[in-house]
């Protein structure tokens, strides 16, 4: 029997990506910007579709299903019944809405006819559909609860389901305009930071602040209900008829204006930024625990923009109200192209889910398996298209063994070198997970200004996240679970913290960001958390051996691992991007598979002066 292949496409919105499944396996993903190399580029995935299908090695013509992630005919109908409701307000931002609507979102079929040379149908499912597929199917857990929150899909904005097996059932749902994505992003935008991208910046902000405005929040902004359910004061808002999030009334609320990008940050925006926080995870608890309650399964999976919130997803797992949980790596739009596919599989064509999943001996065991193989479902490069990339730029390195380079590495990170790791398939998701990498050594104090300012060219203020061994991880963290996809935050182990005087403990805002908290400062935020990726080799055995070597030689089985991108940019994809990269910034060292390069030994005509970091941030 022929295989069957079945491309998802997400588009047109934020994060296009395309999907591949062979027989409900899941072959290949990937985000459109990782090619274009714009950020967050929503444009159709063209440059993604044409990687997953030549890594089936696969025409276009032998596409089974081409499948997209939302039904746009609801979504228009929501935009119309929106305008209609609040005009005139609203004329400017109709007449700029209504041309890429009648030009291209409304005529998704032909647009992948076009684009694929494809002349079956095209399928559709509902956007909250492909997120809860996206985040049950791939999960270890044969019965669970799914909540998936974000700004809205079509009407949805909220929603709850129960999947067992290979059925998933939608039991509630939350429609629009009220959503906590969007709350959320209401503060992202008055905070200056950009709307679905800067959300993950907020809540980095938080712990520098205190929750001052929270009760203002919860009295004039948003009306929680027991079931998790709620309803936005919309006379504060201005999403429903410009392109501003928040009006005026919004900003004397909150005393003052909008901060404008790349401005001086105050007290004020880290006080809003943990206040929101705080009220976000609230909601999020009280929603969880309604779907618990409806659903009596208490194995949970999250998906949606909202589950990218690390912070509210550990307080989840703390909070007693469930014993797992799963969140999907590519939580956000990206996702839904993945799960867009898996919906096809399991419920338009009944396909069962393969019985390696939720293995009862794996969790005696305390092996958290999954169908996501790790989230590296990108592009991987061999050993002779290094090479050949190494040729063109006249680029010196050396090649070493498996062992002998995690060893190499190893010495290069304890001497305080830092470096960037390109091994094996791209990530699929935001996060770097060991294979489009920047690696530093998390014990040295001035490792997280230093990656900050010269070589992401990015905030200050901003935490990395820590890579551990996933056997050492209670040994380092408040935590004894795995995290494999950066998509929790534990606090550092008490031992592992260091005694603070009483004028460090005085300081607040971003004057806390010097004190050495831990240990592995550099991945400790100032509320002594972090935000864990773990490691146990399985899928990223080079990462694990890496560690490992670190660890012998060290005794800290931890490394501070950030996305190997700089500001501003998407993370690289190819040999070519990451030796562009390493040459524009203050990068040591960077390793392509069994490649070391020393920046030193490199042709300065590669070499470019680096950006300045935003200066509102740095810190003397």
Not at 548 to 575: D, K, M, Q
Request: a negative charge.
């Amino acid at each position: 029997m022929a295989p069957t292949y079945i491309l998802g496409v997400s588009a047109f919105y934020h994060d296009s990506a395309a999907a591949l499944l062979v027989d409900g396996e899941v072959v290949a993903a990937a985000q459109e910007e990782r090619f274009t190399r714009k950020k967050h580029d929503h444009a159709y995935p063209r440059a993604a579709v044409d990687y997953c299908l030549a890594e089936a090695g696969i025409t276009r013509a032998e596409l089974t299903h081409v499948v997209f992630y939302e039904k746009p005919l609801s979504t228009f109908d929501r935009l119309l019944s929106t305008y209609l409701a609040i005009a005139p307000r609203g004329l400017l931002s109709f007449v700029r809405a209504m041309p890429v609507w009648l030009k291209e979102k409304l005529w998704i079929p032909g647009v992948i006819a076009a684009q694929e040379e494809y002349d079956g149908e095209v399928l559709f499912t509902e956007h909250h559909e492909s997120h809860a597929a996206s985040a049950f199917y791939p999960s270890p857990f044969r019965d669970a609860t799914i909540v998936t929150m974000d700004g809205v899909g079509e009407w949805s904005t909220t929603s709850i389901a129960h999947g067992r097996g290979h059925e998933l059932r939608v039991l509630r749902e939350l429609h629009f305009p009220h959503s906590l994505g969007l709350l959320y992003s209401a503060f992202t935008q008055y905070a200056g930071f950009r709307v679905n991208s800067g959300e993950y910046k907020l809540m980095g902000l938080a712990p520098y602040g205190e929750p001052r405005y929270a009760d203002r929040i919860r009295e004039h902004l948003i009306d929680l209900k027991p079931d998790g359910s709620f309803h936005l004061n919309l006379r504060y808002f201005g999403y429903l008829a410009a392109r501003t999030m928040t009006n005026r009334r919004f900003h004397r609320l909150f005393e003052g204006p909008p901060r404008s990008p790349e401005g001086p940050l105050t007290q004020r925006e880290m006080d809003l930024a943990r206040s929101v926080q705080v009220v976000a995870e609230e909601v999020m608890e009280a929603t969880v625990a309604h779907a618990v309650s409806l659903t009596g399964c208490r194995d949970l999976c999250l998906a949606g923009g909202v589950a990218l919130n690390c912070v509210a997803n550990g307080r989840l797992l703390r909070s007693g109200l469930i014993d797992r949980l799963w969140v999907q790596p590519a939580a956000g739009d990206a996702g839904g192209a993945l799960g867009a596919a898996l919906a096809i599989w399991h419920r338009h064509l009944d396909k069962p889910r393969p019985r390696a999943t939720g293995r009862e001996e794996d969790v005696e065991e305390g092996v958290e398996d999954d169908l996501q193989r790790g989230s590296y479902l990108g592009p991987q490069y061999s050993d002779a298209e290094i090479l050949a990339a190494l040729a063109s730029k006249d680029a010196p390195h050396e090649r070493l063994e498996a062992r002998a380079l995690a060893d190499r590495v190893a010495a290069l990170l304890e001497d305080g070198q830092v470096i960037g790791w390109f091994q094996g398939r791209m990530e699929y998701g935001p996060r770097a997970l060991g294979g489009r990498s920047i690696l530093a050594d998390p014990r040295r104090p001035d490792v997280q200004r230093t990656v900050n300012l010269k070589i992401k060219f990015r905030e200050s203020f901003r935490p990395f996240a820590p890579a551990v061994l996933r056997e050492r991880v209670s040994e380092w963290f408040e935590c004894d679970g795995a995290s494999p996809y950066m998509l929790l935050v534990a606090d550092v182990a008490a031992p592992r913290l260091l005694a603070l005087s009483d004028e460090q403990r005085a300081l607040t805002g971003l004057a806390r960001l010097a004190t050495v908290r831990s240990q592995i400062p550099a991945v400790t935020h100032v509320d002594n958390s972090a935000r864990l990726q773990t490691v146990d080799g399985r899928h990223n055995p080079r990462f694990a051996a890496l560690l490992r070597a670190f660890e012998a030689r060290t005794g800290c089985p931890v490394l501070l691992n950030t996305s190997f991108n700089v500001r501003g940019e998407p993370i690289v994809c190819t040999p070519e991007d990451a030796y562009r990269c390493f040459m524009h910034t203050d990068m040591d060292y960077l390793v392509l598979g069994d490649f070391l390069l020393d920046k030193r030994a490199q042709p300065e005509r590669h070499a470019r002066r680096p950006q300045a970091a935003p200066a509102a941030f740095a810190l003397d």
